[in-house]
């Protein structure tokens, strides 16, 4: 290995090590309340050296969304069968994304919290990664468009509006349970069997009907 190799493999180690310092403390004190001063003393570094490698706090943020969104790319590519029908790969990708959020509730609040702004302000870098091919969202756009080609999904909505609205009524429902449990509490309601029965209206929401 070069010297140009050895110093770009130990400022991404070093970068990674600030990533790791910064999920702590934002997951611990919450995004808002979260200072780089904090920051560099979590990865006991000087506030300078910090800034060498992240230039605010919401490239930091920026950074553990990167991370966020690869983990949950990683649980929607799982659970995409070839075997299934579009209908099917929808139904287990929405239960993949909501797996995703109940093991990684800190990755999936940092990533609401960073896409609560318009995304004319947000990174052009983030919008970029979230259109990628093997983005959380593109693998809805996937098994709709699947589901339009083998007939078990309706084609009367673009697929990509499709999948937006699937996208975003999970984003909603999940972001209700996450943030009003004493609302469920108060109705009697379970987590569990709110997302199933979700699930289901989804389903039948996007399935092809018959005549």
Not at 42 to 68: N, P, W
Not at 84 to 93: H, K, R, S
Request: net charge negative; glycine share 6%.
């Amino acid at each position: 290995m070069g010297i140009r190799e050895r110093k770009e493999r130990e400022r991404e180690h070093r970068r990674n090590e600030i990533i790791d310092a910064a999920e702590k403390i934002f997951f611990a004190k919450g995004i808002s309340n979260a200072t780089m001063d904090d920051v560099a003393e979590a990865a006991e570094l000087s506030k300078g050296t910090l800034y060498i490698y992240f230039l605010s706090k919401e490239d930091l943020h920026f950074a553990i969304c990167l991370r966020g969104l690869d983990i949950m790319a990683g649980e929607l590519q799982k659970a995409y069968d070839e075997n299934l029908t579009g209908a099917q790969n929808a139904f287990e990708t929405a239960k993949a994304y909501m797996h995703f959020v109940d093991h990684f509730p800190d990755y999936f609040n940092a990533i609401m919290s960073f896409e609560s702004s318009s995304l004319d302000n947000v990174d052009p870098a983030y919008r970029s990664h979230i259109l990628k091919p093997d983005s959380p969202l593109m693998a809805f756009v996937k098994v709709v468009e699947k589901g339009g080609m083998d007939g078990t999904i309706r084609q009367d909505i673009p697929a990509k509006e499709l999948a937006v609205l699937l996208w975003s009524q999970v984003n909603g429902v999940l972001q209700f349970l996450r943030y009003k449990p004493d609302f469920l509490e108060l109705m009697g309601c379970t987590k569990e069997d709110l997302l199933i029965h979700q699930l289901f209206i989804l389903k039948d929401g996007i399935i092809r009907s018959v005549v």
